[in-house]
């Protein structure tokens, strides 16, 4: 599966942005979904993933209450609304597929996209 992250911007504290992730591929429903972030020299860290099936989403305690991950089958996307966004959020953020339920775990993913970049100003 090959996916292409986008919605990246810049953003003032408090904001909202809405990050997409396309897939492409047949098989786009049997991956779990998630969403990482890395800013810059720090590691890449879990941000939210979502169950194949849309039916379970997990979250790091960071972005709980602000950030929320959901998937549009019929589109093969899957999003990251973020909101209430602060100066600690900017990073790059990458999507990824995993056959793996409940992944948090960056080398628990087999797929990458290529990231969008986030920047939230104070």
């Known amino acids: 599966v090959q996916l292409q992250a986008s919605g990246g911007g810049l953003v003032q504290a408090g904001g909202s942005l809405r990050l997409s992730c396309a897939a492409s591929?047949?098989?786009?429903?049997?991956?779990?979904m998630g969403w990482f972030r890395q800013a810059p020299g720090k590691e890449r860290e879990f941000v939210a993933a979502?169950?194949?099936?849309?039916?379970?989403?997990y979250y790091a305690e960071s972005v709980k209450g602000r950030f929320t991950i959901s998937r549009e089958a019929a589109k093969n996307t899957v999003n990251l609304q973020m909101n209430s966004l602060k100066p600690v959020d900017t990073a790059v953020y990458y999507c990824?597929?995993?056959?793996?339920?409940?992944?948090?775990?960056?080398?628990?993913?087999?797929?990458w996209g290529q990231g969008t970049e986030v920047t939230v100003s104070s």
């Open positions: 979502i169950s194949w099936s849309g039916g379970s989403t």
């Open positions: 591929g047949r098989t786009f429903s049997s991956y779990a």
């Open positions: 990824a597929a995993t056959f793996t339920d409940r992944a948090t775990r960056w080398y628990e993913y087999e797929y």
